[in-house]
């Protein structure tokens, strides 16, 4: 049986600043990110079942997406937690501040992103590609051959 990737893209709003940075991203500040999960795998044939012909249902994708990191991050304000960022206990006047242990780039949000979806995906799924769009010239990618 041959296998074919589908991707999907998301996007959401979410804030950071990058402690100690050398630069502008220093200050807290915010991106519209594109994140395209593609997946890996065998179309399945189920006749007269809601999946047949598909890899995945969309739907299922977009949930699980949804779920696990759109509704966590979106509208986020995100700083690393191992800096005196944490002391601005921010999260006393804002909804929704995450604390990372690593640097909130868009290289470690996307490494822990490709690890939330690969622990909930099904095993006759493939996490393939991955990537997060922080600006419309700038992405960080994460494939699946690169990491054996
Ligand atoms: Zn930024």
Redesign the pocket.
Known sequence: MAKIRVNKQFTFDMA?ALYNHNGA?RNI?G?TYTLTVTLLGEVKTNPGKSDDGMLVDFSWLKELVKTEIISVYDHALVLNGNSPHRDLKLDRSFDKVIYLDVQPTCENLLLIMVRKLKSDLPPDLTLQYVSLQ?TPTAKAEWCFDDNF
């Open positions: 950071h991203c500040h991106h922080e």
